[in-house]
């Protein structure tokens, strides 16, 4: 029978297929599975208290066994291939599985799982969970990181070799120690404080700690810790990392941005437009700050260049005069410095013999010392030098030697200024007061060089902008080939010592994107000691606007010539085509099949005038009959109809000057004018949109009539119609008052209603403009002569009496749109009923609630902005049950169900209606029971 006098599972223990035993760290046998009295042959009363060496373990493999179990002791495992005895029996080879282990009072046991390594019945789970842990071990061992594993008291329980590596200690001096023995002093309260919060709360810590080594040495540590639990038992799992080169790199590359903002700031103070006095001030400020010295001066080499003179100096020293204001060249450390053109270096000046005042420095703290000479070329330019009470580091060092080449190419380029100034001057009243672009360019970058005020104006950049773009910019990226080519050209041509003038049609591009077009005369210059060429640019956009204008009017009068022409020839033909069907019509008799076709041909006749009407408008050959008109009255009586026209979804609104001047025009073409106008508003606003008619008066003066061939400055009257559709491109802009062109599909027009539009406001002396941009819309813009007759308003006809249903009932109106609302409001009225109008659903509700007697029926549009009729009924009828309700729509009846606005049984009238049509309607449902 076997004996397990740990803690362990019973039936674990014999669940193994190995032998199982446990013993002490000595060796002495203190468990003994039934398996391995299987394997071995002794009884567990046998074996217990024996030790394994006497037992089991050949002589030959005693030292080898010792060194497997004191290593399990150490790192909790060990797995071997070995040999054993068995009792009576000859030796066999077995595979040893080690573990160390706690017993019941808290004793460090190995468990020892032996396996027959020819049997075939060896558990292939505990095979594998034995490789998992050698695998893990090796795992640990290979790590690049130190790793620990700890009690949750701190004590060091195992660890790998790269903690050996990082502490610098052998596992023996580390392992059974506490974890805060490895900070350094100060530290190690801390880390115990935050130890014992680790362990209370369970969650990994990440940190970094310094750690000492043998050597006394300190390592910046980042240290990574998390509670884990090996079997019933919590210990910790702690990774360090060693920090240090890391953290050193990192204040290294801060100390390198640091020192790269130094030579930035030095940079952007030398290329100041200030003296050079304040320049030089700027630059040893700038040193104070980046590299924190005592003091630091400038010195520059006069014009005589035998002395060194103070023109800046910062820290602890701000005066320019002194000892040090005039230092000879070769005298002093700083006149040797200019003598030698060589820096000078220490860092310990208190020893340095080209030091003069040994005591001065000793007493002051300082430390080191940098001089460095400012040399452009071949020659001195100049001194600086600083005086520091800490070392100056090998990075702070460099940078100084970058800044003093680049303040000693300042201090040229300043005293270079001096001297150009009056060359300068003279170059600028030739260059910058030209009224043409003038500027100058690299032959071979392309670069510009130079541009005067002129070209700054017309193009509107900046010169810092124009300095930084070359000659390639000003072209769009497909020109560019072809002004590489010109390019070539130009420099050909000046080899045989021509000026060059450039294709007329050459394009350049202005900042805000518009496109014009130059005439460039070019000469070869030599500029700042290179190749360059110096451009006059003259801007030919508005000669080629009025050439190209010009032409396109030539065009017009060409096509309408012809058109008239046709439209006169096809009159007289429709003429007898029309007469001969009226004949024909009388003799057909009643055969209504031949009665049909002469209605086709009488209908097609009729379609074919409307063409040669159209024709003949935009030809201006029609019959006019002008009058002296007030567009705003034309406006305002075809409002209505052009609502109608371009339906609900598109908001028309009008903006009409009141103090409008007359005109002298066809009322009646004016109206086709509008129109056509809205039409095609319509179809470029599929999605609907907005359609805005504007009057005003205008005065049309002599830059605007340069640009627009054919305009005579003076006083106009402005009809604008505007959308806000897809707008037109280029090309379609071009064509787009000729006639039969459309972009509409085929059969949705004729392409003929712009180019009405175009001969009637010819005709009427006018003339039209088209602003559009894809995406953006589209403008018409028409000027008419102002007439000072006074306009006589356009009188409607006067709309024919019938006998309309009537009543005397109470009619709530709701309409937005103010006309219709007054016009269906007095033809309710003439019917004999009282009316209450509002323009919007809130307006209603407000008239509802302030009428104090009863309001029989409810007319009101549907789709209104803020509330729908709908929903306008709605609220009315809770608070006027006995109220009817009739609806107005632009949509069909089919549409406006189908969209849900409307059940099927309400009462609708649908837009444009009759006056007879609505006062039918409004009688069939007042006679109807309340409520519907």
Not at 376 to 401: D, T, W, Y
Not at 402 to 427: F, H, P, T
Not at 443 to 468: C, I, K, P, W
């Amino acid at each position: 029978m076997s004996s397990n006098p740990t803690n362990l599972d019973p039936e674990l223990l014999e669940q193994f297929v190995g032998a199982l035993m446990m013993l002490t760290p000595e060796g002495r046998i203190v468990s003994w599975n039934r398996a391995a009295e299987l394997l071995y042959g002794y009884s567990a009363e046998q074996a217990l208290g024996l030790s394994i060496f006497d037992l089991l373990i050949p002589p030959d493999r005693v030292e080898e066994t010792r060194n497997q179990m004191e290593k399990a002791v150490v790192a909790g495992t060990a797995i071997y291939e070995s040999v054993r005895l068995r009792k009576g029996g000859p030796s066999m080879a077995v595979l040893a599985s080690l573990r160390t282990v706690k017993d019941g009072q808290g004793r460090t046991l190995i468990a020892t799982n032996d396996r027959e390594s020819r049997m075939g019945s060896v558990n292939p789970s505990l095979e594998r969970v034995a490789a998992s842990e050698e695998r893990y071990r090796a795992l640990m061992e290979q790590a690049n990181d130190a790793i620990l594993i700890m009690d949750l008291a701190g004590r060091i329980l195992q660890i790998n070799r790269e903690t050996e590596r990082l502490l610098g200690r052998p596992r023996g001096e580390i392992v059974g120690r506490q974890y805060e023995e490895f900070v350094v002093p100060e530290e190690r309260e801390e880390v115990g404080r935050l130890w014992r919060k680790f362990v209370s709360e369970g969650r990994v810590f990440v940190g970094s700690r310094q750690f000492l080594r043998p050597d006394g040495d300190t390592l910046l540590v980042e240290v990574s810790a998390s509670i884990v639990r090996l079997g019933e038992e919590s210990t910790t799992l702690t990774i360090l990392r060693d920090i240090t080169d890391r953290r050193r790199a990192e204040q290294e590359i801060a100390e390198r941005m640091e020192l790269a903002d130094f030579t930035s700031e030095i940079g952007a103070a030398l290329i100041r437009d200030e003296p050079l006095p304040i320049v030089l001030q700027q630059c040893a400020d700038a040193m104070m700050r980046h590299l924190e010295p005592a003091f630091a001066r400038i010195w520059t080499l006069d014009r005589a260049g035998d002395t060194l003179e103070l023109q800046a100096s910062a820290g602890m020293y701000t005066h320019l005069d002194g000892a040090h204001a005039r230092v000879p060249v070769g005298q002093l450390e700083i006149g040797l410095i200019a003598a030698e053109r060589e820096p000078h270096l220490t860092n310990d000046v208190v020893h340095d013999p080209r030091v003069s005042d040994h005591a001065w420095a000793r007493c002051e703290g300082m430390v080191a010392f940098a001089g460095y000479p400012l040399v452009v070329g071949n020659k001195v330019v100049g001194v600086m030098a600083v005086f520091a009470r800490h070392p100056l580091s090998p990075n702070a060092l460099a940078s100084m030697a970058a800044v003093a080449n680049l303040i000693a190419l300042g201090i040229k380029r300043k005293r270079s200024e001096e001297e150009q100034r009056a060359s300068e001057e003279r170059y600028r009243l030739l260059f910058e007061s030209n009224p043409h672009s003038l500027w100058v360019y690299d032959q071979e970058t392309f670069a510009f060089l130079a541009v005067n005020d002129a070209a700054l104006r017309h193009y509107g950049y900046s010169r810092a902008e124009f300095l930084t773009m070359t000659a390639l910019d000003m072209g769009s990226p497909e020109d560019v080939p072809a002004f590489r080519e010109e390019h070539e050209t130009l420099v050909a041509q000046q080899e045989l010592g021509r000026t060059y003038r450039s294709p007329p049609t050459f394009k350049h591009r202005r900042k805000d994107g518009e496109i014009i077009e130059v005439d460039i005369a070019a000469n070869s210059i030599v500029f700042e000691g290179r190749k360059a060429w110096l451009l006059l640019a003259t801007d030919v956009t508005e000669k080629r606007s009025l050439e190209a204008q010009l032409l396109q009017s030539q065009k017009m009068e060409s096509m309408g010539r012809l058109a008239g022409g046709v439209a006169h020839d096809f009159n007289n033909l429709l003429g007898i085509i029309t007469g001969y069907g009226e004949l024909l019509r009388k003799r057909v008799g009643a055969d209504a099949r031949l009665v049909k076709y002469v209605d086709d041909i009488t209908k097609a006749a009729e379609r074919a005038a409307g063409l040669t009407r159209q024709l003949l408008a935009f030809s201006r050959k029609q019959v006019l009959q002008p009058r002296i008109l007030d567009l705003n009255a034309v406006v305002g009586e075809t409002e209505t109809m052009l609502r109608r026209l371009i339906g609900e979804d598109i908001q028309l609104t009008t903006v009409l000057d009141e103090q409008l001047n007359a005109v002298r025009a066809d009322p009646g073409q004016m109206d086709q004018v509008l129109m056509n106008l809205a039409v095609n508003a319509r179809d470029a606003m599929p999605r609907g949109g907005r359609l805005t008619i504007e009057t005003r008066n205008v005065v049309l003066d002599q830059a605007y009539a340069r640009q627009h061939a054919g305009v005579e400055p003076g006083h106009y009257v402005m009809l604008a119609v505007s959308d806000t559709g897809h707008g037109m491109t280029p090309e379609v802009r071009t064509r787009s008052f000729e006639p039969f062109f459309t972009t509409k599909a085929q059969g949705k027009g004729t392409g003929l209603g712009l180019a009405t539009v175009h001969g009637i406001v010819r005709q009427s002396g006018g003339h039209i403009w088209l602003y559009s941009e894809p995406g953006h819309g589209t403008t018409f813009k028409i000027y008419l002569p102002r007439t000072d007759a006074p306009g006589a308003a356009v009188e409607a006809p006067a709309p024919a009496e019938v006998a309309l249903p009537s009543g005397s009932e109470t009619i709530l109106l709701v309409e937005d749109e103010a006309s219709l609302r007054e016009l269906v409001g007095e033809c309710l009225e003439a019917s004999g009923y009282k009316v209450l109008e509002a323009g919007h659903g809130m307006a209603a509700l407000e008239v509802g609630e302030l009428h104090p007697g009863r309001i029989d029926l409810l007319l009101t549009d549907v789709v209104m902005p803020g509330m729908s009729g709908r929903e306008l009924a709605e609220r009315l009828r809770g608070s006027r049950p006995e109220i009817r309700t009739v609806y107005m729509s632009g949509y069909t009846d089919d549409a406006v169900v189908l969209h849900g606005i409307l059940a099927e049984d309400m009462a609708f009238l649908q837009k444009p209606f009759t006056a007879a049509e609505l006062a039918r309607r409004v009688r069939e449902v007042l006679d109807q029971p309340a409520g519907r």
